[in-house]
């Protein structure tokens, strides 16, 4: 914070969408100060599709404000991207967030499993496991009523 303000401008210009929107909301002074315009969201957004990465493909990506533009599959697409998950998911990628040759930070993989096993459960898997005892309690009980 001792640095001058213009200082501040130059190194929040170099910034990505994601870490510019985090910046921003460190405290009140970066608030007024971090851009996170629309030129930053379709900027982050051509480097995505560069990189061969998630991008959202569907036509509700709302660029207006922060609030409406990190809604639904973008949202995820950051989370995804602060994590790692996207480094070194082809052979010779890299780290994608950095631009190194190997991403060091990217979880283990017995880190990514059981993190994977804490997940809430949504409405369809739960669906499917009651159909799925339906068809076996189905199967289990033909042999008693037809044999």
């Known amino acids: 914070m001792d640095l001058p303000t213009e200082i501040h401008l130059l190194i929040t210009e170099h910034l990505i969408y994601p870490?510019?929107?985090?910046?921003?909301h460190v405290n009140g002074y970066f608030y007024n100060l971090v851009d996170t315009g629309v030129c930053k969201k379709v900027e982050w957004l051509f480097d995505c599709r560069r990189l061969h990465l998630g991008c959202p493909?569907?036509?509700?990506?709302?660029?207006?404000?922060?609030?409406?533009?990190?809604?639904?599959?973008?949202?995820?697409?950051m989370q995804r991207w602060r994590e790692?998950?996207?480094c070194e998911a082809r052979p010779g990628l890299g780290c994608v967030v950095y631009s190194t040759s190997r991403c060091v930070h990217r979880r283990k993989l017995k880190y990514r499993v059981k993190r994977l096993m804490r997940l809430k459960l949504t409405i369809d898997l739960p669906l499917l496991i009651l159909a799925l005892l339906v068809v076996l309690g189905a199967w289990w009980a033909v042999p008693l009523f037809c044999g």
Request: neutral net charge; hydrophobic residues 35%; charged residues 35%.
């Open 19 to 24: 870490d510019a929107l985090a910046m921003k």
């Open 57 to 77: 493909n569907d036509t509700r990506c709302d660029l207006g404000s922060d609030l409406r533009f990190c809604r639904g599959s973008v949202k995820l697409l």
């Open 84 to 86: 790692h998950n996207e």
